[in-house]
């Protein structure tokens, strides 16, 4: 078979050369745009009389009638067309002929295929947009319904101090917020038009470059050519907050991963993200949670994959480009579909309230609480600190707690300590008390959540 670029080759192709070479097996994931872009080429041929309107015409029918072939399952790639951009136009061809051939000019594949994934990411990071947009939606509402669940608030994974369990969740809420917003900040540099740049250096022809952007919704176009075919840029920024965004769901998914254990039984999975075992008839894993966290890896790979392809690459176009692909579909493919389980597992799990209360009765977590006690009663705060951590140790040693402790041996060690000390170490209260800008308190998590909630109406 005749290769499109095939007039200066005699020699005959290898087969398992050009399977090394082709990149069909994943581009084809970019046809929708790959055709999308093709239609606003030969549009901008006809409006600027580079070709003829009649010409343009056929090739705009001829378009159209390969996607509704894509659209209906009908077509059969094949390697031996290497790549999605020269099999739509053999499709093309198959459909109207020889005018076919007219399509191509003044651009090139360069400009092409860099087209296509600026469509393609557009696209996505807008989904990627939304779908982290419901999943805020469900961390509020869940965070509304538990602004008073009181929990263990972790340092070192130890038991720290009591927190209120919305606040935690919201602490998620705020690094989501974020990462939506790189992602909306990211689309500026997606939203621009390389097409037009043709090979390297531009065309001989009078096209119209704004005119074709404009067709296809871009807001901007590259002002150089060599910059046009080579930037990738747009999706080592893709893949950048994506993992940034998916290191977020992997310190959830761990938190998850451990609440749903038998140790701390704070939380329960609904069986829609879980699994058994082939051999243990009582395990319910939480293998979504763990997914997750391990589908980063591939995320994190492909972010590195991309940066050393570029690495020291020259301008303009390399193959070595090709290879931008398949991690850039993966990870729209991984983090699209993280984000739907994320919402889904969150917003359906349920918790186990009295568990999470319970387990800030019988620690140490209102230690601080003493020690501000004191401290709010004069007595400086290390000083308040170093009585209190000998308490501490203390109570470990009769297997006491410091609500256990009486009065009066309070009052021997300070006569600072008043019987109003039993409510002050109480969890509740200390979570109630800690009224700081962002701090736990009922007060200040309630506040955040009306904040919240606000905010996401205003983007909607
Ligand atoms: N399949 C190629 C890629 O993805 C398209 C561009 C080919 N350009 C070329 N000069 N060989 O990079």
């Known amino acids: 078979m005749k290769k499109l670029w095939g007039g200066r080759f005699e020699g005959k192709s290898e087969s398992w050369i050009d399977e090394f070479g082709a990149s069909i097996s994943f581009d084809q994931a970019l046809a929708v745009q790959d055709i999308q872009g093709s239609l606003a080429h030969v549009k901008m041929l ?8 009649e010409e343009a015409e056929t090739i705009k029918n001829g378009l159209l009638a390969v996607q509704k072939k894509l659209a209906d ?26 005018v076919a051939g007219k399509l191509h000019t003044g651009r090139s594949r360069n400009d092409q295929v860099a087209t296509d994934m600026h469509l393609y990411l557009k696209t996505i990071v807008q989904q990627t947009i939304e779908k982290i947009h419901t999943f805020r939606h469900v961390l509020v509402e869940k965070a509304g319904n538990h602004i008073e669940t009181i929990m263990p608030g972790y340092t070192h994974l130890q038991h720290a101090q009591p927190i209120s369990f919305a606040h935690h969740l919201m602490a ?37 470059r704004e005119y074709s952007a404009k067709e296809l919704g871009f807001s ?30 992997t310190r959830f998914c761990e938190e998850l991963i451990l609440w749903c254990s038998h140790e701390f039984q704070f939380i329960e999975l609904t069986d829609t993200f879980s699994t058994g075992s082939s051999i243990m008839p009582q395990k319910k894993n939480p293998d979504m949670a763990e997914l997750i966290r391990g589908k980063s890896g591939r995320v994190f790979g492909n972010l590195f994959g991309l940066l050393t392809v570029l690495k020291g690459l020259p301008l303009a176009y390399n193959k070595d480009l090709q290879e931008d692909k398949e991690g ?21 799990m349920k918790i186990n309230e009295e568990t999470m209360e319970s387990s800030t009765e019988k620690d140490f977590s209102n230690a601080t609480e003493l020690a501000d006690y ?9 000083e308040a600190h170093e009585v209190v951590g000998k308490l501490v140790l203390a109570c470990t040693k009769k297997g006491i707690y410091l609500q256990d402790i009486a009065l009066k041996d309070y009052q021997d060690v300070t006569p600072l300590i008043e019987k ?11 979570v ?18 009306e904040k919240a909630t606000a905010q996401l109406e205003k983007e909607e």
């Not at 006809?46 to 309107?53: A, L, S």
């Not at 590259?222 to 998916?246: K, W």
């Not at 004191?374 to 290390?382: C, Q, S």
């Open 46 to 53: 006809g409006h600027t009389g580079i070709i003829n309107e």
């Open 73 to 98: 399952n009908e077509l059969v790639f094949s390697v031996k067309n290497e790549d999605i951009h020269l099999n739509i136009e053999t499709f093309l061809h198959q459909e109207i002929g020889a």
């Open 172 to 208: 998620y809420y705020g690094m989501l917020t974020r990462d939506q917003e790189r992602f909306s900040e990211s689309l500026k540099r997606i939203d621009i038009s390389p097409l037009g740049c043709a090979a390297l250096a531009g065309t001989t022809f009078p096209i119209d």
């Open 220 to 249: 901007a176009i590259y002002d150089n050519s060599l910059d046009g075919v080579s930037d990738r840029d747009f999706i080592l920024e893709f893949l950048s907050n994506s993992s940034i965004m998916m290191m977020h769901l």
């Open 328 to 348: 850039m579909i993966d990870t729209a493919h991984t983090i699209l579909t993280s984000l739907d389980i994320m919402a889904g597992m969150i917003d359906t």
């Open 374 to 382: 004191l401290a709010a009663k004069g007595m400086p705060f290390r």
């Open 420 to 430: 109003d000390i039993y409510e002050a170490l109480k969890s509740r209260t200390a």
């Open 432 to 449: 109630k008390r800690r009224n700081s800008h962002g701090g736990t308190g009922f007060e200040q998590v309630k506040a955040t959540v």
